[in-house]
């Protein structure tokens, strides 16, 4: 059959907080929060949080869950950790592989190798299970380059903080750019450009609460994104609607939210 496939993406327009931590906020924060017609994907980091993150993807209809092995938590009994990720994911059919990637700053630069081999195993489980990746990426983009290029994932750089030859390349493997609260910092050059220059094309809304606070907060809250929102707008000269409807869209295009 042939024919026109159109995507009215103004219909149903939506926020999606593409990469939030909800196990970590406060169960009062999480109640007076959490907004029923929005979506939430849920990150994990480790073993010690699966549960509490299959928990709340269970506990309501517009929680999505992600389950992986963080880069700052990998060990050296990973395998026997990937054996049982592996169960989960078959047991939970969770949205995405995350949070994983790679953080080569001087504080985890220890475990750079075991992170490699941890990460290598996330990616064949995203492709042995077709799951788009949430990606934490702390100077090591050389060799993530090379390793996205090798496994060839889907998925979506969380808090992508780089120059836009760099951000080109993560777009240019299929990546989309997870944008959040730090965008409201004034001295925050290069998230600024990345939204001026490359628009709404390659965009996602995350608010990675309760990590990430606003200017003046302590910590960092779900309705965050709202200020994150009117800001991409401001730099892009777009509508707010717009931002919505088209990183909604985004989002949707690579985590399949059903
Ligand atoms: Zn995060």
Known sequence: MTGFFYVCYKCNPMIIDTHCHLDLLTADDLYAEL??????????????????????????????????????????????????????????????????????????????????????????????????????????????????????????????????????????????????????????RRYHQLVSYFGLDHIVLESDAPNIALPGAKTGHLHDIDRTIARIAELSGLQIDDVIAVSGHNAQQIFQFR
Not at 51 to 70: D, E, K, M, P, W
Not at 151 to 179: C, M, N, T, W
Not at 180 to 186: Q, S
């Open 35 to 188: 907004m029923p017609d929005r979506r939430y994907l849920t990150m994990s980091t480790g073993m010690e949080n699966w549960q509490a993150v299959s928990t709340l993807a269970r506990s309501s209809a517009n929680i999505y869950a992600a389950f992986g092995i963080h880069p700052w938590f990998v060990c050296t009994q990973s395998d026997n950790v990937l054996s049982e990720l592996s169960a989960l994911i078959e047991s939970d059919k969770p949205t995405a592989i995350g949070e994983i990637g790679l953080d080569f700053s001087a504080s985890h630069s220890h475990s750079r190798h075991l992170q490699v081999q941890v990460f290598e195993q996330q990616l064949t489980l995203a492709a042995d299970f077709k799951l788009p990746v949430s990606l934490h990426v702390v100077k090591a983009h050389e060799v993530m380059l090379a390793l996205l290029k090798r496994y060839r994932p889907q998925g979506v750089v969380h808090s992508l903080g780089a120059s836009i030859e760099l951000a080109r390349r993560y777009v240019d493997l299929g990546f989309k750019i997870g944008v959040n609260g730090i965008v409201l910092r004034d001295n925050a």
